[in-house]
Structures are given as structure tokens and as C-alpha cells.
């Protein structure tokens, strides 16, 4: 175990998913397992980034909302031609619709229950956006932040698998990239 990867993240909402989820599923393989928060800093600070990964021979994992985007390999392309060919497609993974649609797919129809949420609602949450999962939080949390802190605690991975396609890819490509470390 003397590999690192860092994590390519946009904002606290993936970086929390991140730490609870992602993060101890790499460490089984990785040494360092690093966080790194792109959305408010340049473009050229990421490329300078990326750059360095790839000099240095550390993994990495780039996490891109779908956002307005047709299908996942227009996003692909779009992060391709933005980073000027740094990235790595198999390593690009593109969230669809959005991470809060993670957050409630790993929930089981027992958690849903917990949370007064029905286990048909949202059965598949690959298009759900930011605003109907908040629509969904119960009034008994201050913030939707405890929400999802609650949400992490009960999550099960193999239930999201099931719930969201972007969600079982990433898992695919961890299994795969982990057979190899």
C-alpha cells in the first residue's frame, strides 16, 4: 500500500458523501486517499492539478455532476476538452443527475420508512435533483446537512447499486481499479 489517489470533488455535499462512502473503500487499497475541492478555484489551478497527479503517478478520481448535459459522454467530452486531455476517461466519473440522488438511493425501504419516506417515491433516483431531495427531508432536522449526515449512517452500498446507474458505475470502476492496485 504505497499508492495515492486523490478525489477530484466539486463542492461539501460530495466531499461529505466522499468521507463517509468513497474514502474507506479506497483505503483498503490506497495509502493516501486525498480530497480535492475543484469548484471554486480556476480553471488552470485544475489543470495544474491534474497535471501533478499524473506527473507524480497517483490515481485519481474526477467527479462531475451531469448537470445540463445530454448524456454522460457529452460530459466526458466537455471535461476532456476543458482540461485539454489531462484526464482520463475511465477515471472521469460523471454523476447523474446529481450526488444528492446517491444520498437517497443508498437508503433501504426500512431507512425510507424511518425518514417518512415512501419506498415507491423515488424508486430510482438517477434524476433526482438537489430540490425535490430536499423536498423530501423531514421537519424534525435544522438543516439538510444533518439530513444527510443521518442518511450516511444508514446507508447501504449495494442497495444504491440498485437505486442509481452513475452510483453502481463508480462502484464497477472502483472494484476494477482496486483488483489492479
Not at 466522499?18 to 488552470?44: C, D, H, M, T
Not at 424534525?140 to 453502481?168: H, P, Q
Request: proline letters at 3%.
Amino acid at each position: 500500500m504505497c499508492r495515492c489517489i486523490y478525489v477530484f470533488l466539486e463542492g461539501d455535499t460530495d466531499e461529505r458523501f466522499f468521507n463517509v462512502i468513497i474514502r474507506p473503500i479506497l483505503g483498503q487499497r490506497y495509502a493516501a486517499v486525498v480530497p480535492w475541492r475543484y469548484a471554486q478555484r480556476s480553471k488552470e489551478d485544475v489543470k495544474r492539478a491534474l497535471q501533478s497527479v499524473r506527473d507524480g503517478k497517483a490515481d485519481y478520481l474526477f467527479l462531475e455532476d451531469i448537470d445540463t448535459y445530454p448524456c454522460v459522454t457529452a460530459r466526458k467530452e466537455d471535461l476532456l476538452k476543458t482540461y485539454k486531455q489531462r484526464i482520463d476517461p475511465t477515471w472521469a466519473i460523471v454523476v447523474v443527475r446529481e450526488i444528492e440522488g446517491w444520498y437517497l438511493a443508498g437508503l433501504d425501504d426500512e431507512a425510507r420508512q424511518e425518514f417518512g419516506i415512501s419506498p415507491n417515491r423515488h424508486r430510482h433516483t438517477d434524476d433526482l435533483t438537489k430540490e425535490q431531495f430536499e423536498s423530501l427531508m423531514p421537519r424534525k432536522f435544522d438543516s439538510i446537512t444533518d439530513f444527510m449526515d443521518e442518511i450516511l449512517k444508514r446507508f447501504r452500498v449495494e442497495t444504491a447499486k440498485g437505486k442509481n446507474r452513475s452510483f453502481c458505475y463508480l462502484m464497477d470502476v472502483l472494484e476494477a481499479r482496486l483488483r489492479k492496485v
